[in-house]
């Protein structure tokens, strides 16, 4: 069975670092794209990147590209996603995914929420 | 990028009964899209891929059709674990993209 269990609720003000994780099991995790989709609150879903892990071969949506960085730790079978400085709109629900080759979410994780205040 | 937009935004209907959601896409994305569910609190799940095709585990109920610009998400009996919210995203236009979702509520 695969899983992708993520870490947990994080509270942050502006400004601050963070890095959120995602461990995956129950599959070849060299084999399969792995990646972020985020959603803020009461609203749909948006992809934000993916990466390989065979290769490390990352891809950003535009609209997230230089605003987060996607990585792995092949270890550890764990995706992370982390922001340098936060903003209050980074606010939202982040969840892990599996994509299969073609792009599509085959598996998701339970979400991550952070929320960014002061 | 490619805009997906969902029709209705809300779709009020009681168990039972047929729902009939749509997709359309600004750009042709041949047969790659998907519909997923997402419930209160949960996250999503993928229930049709390139279009027409169930994903593992999906009951017979939920089919999909549409092909270029325009798809169709049906329920052909709703019942009443199908009260979700439904996505489609297209993968053929780089950056994938989601619709803004279609709300499957009880009448």
């Known amino acids: 069975e695969v899983q992708l269990v993520q870490s947990g609720a994080e509270v942050k003000q502006p400004g601050e670092s963070l890095k959120i994780s995602c461990q995956a099991s129950g599959y070849s995790f060299t084999s399969d794209w792995i990646g972020w989709v985020r959603q803020m609150p009461g609203k749909g879903l948006e992809w934000m990147g993916i990466?390989?892990?065979?290769?490390?071969?990352?891809r950003y949506s535009p609209s997230f590209q230089g605003q987060v960085t996607i990585s792995v730790d092949l270890s550890i079978s764990t995706a992370y996603l982390q922001w340098s400085s936060l903003k209050a709109s980074d606010t939202a629900m982040f969840y892990c995914?599996?994509?299969?080759?073609?792009?599509?979410?085959?598996?998701w994780g339970q979400g991550t929420l952070v929320t960014v205040s002061s | 990028e490619s805009v997906l937009t969902q029709s209705p935004a809300t779709l009020s209907l009681s168990p039972g009964e047929r729902a009939t959601l749509s997709c359309r896409v600004s750009?042709?994305?041949?047969?790659?899209l998907a519909w997923y569910q997402q419930k209160p609190g949960q996250a999503p799940r993928l229930l049709i891929y390139d279009a027409s095709n169930r994903a593992t585990g999906i009951p017979a109920r939920f089919s999909g059709s549409g092909f270029g610009t325009d798809f169709t998400l049906t329920i052909s009996s709703l019942e009443p674990e199908d009260f979700a919210v439904y996505y489609c995203q297209q993968r053929s236009i780089w950056p994938p993209t989601f619709g803004p979702g279609t709300k499957v509520e009880i009448k």
């Open positions: 990466i390989y892990p065979g290769d490390s071969i990352t």
């Open positions: 995914a599996r994509f299969n080759n073609a792009w599509y979410v085959v598996d």
């Open positions: 750009q042709s994305v041949s047969s790659y």
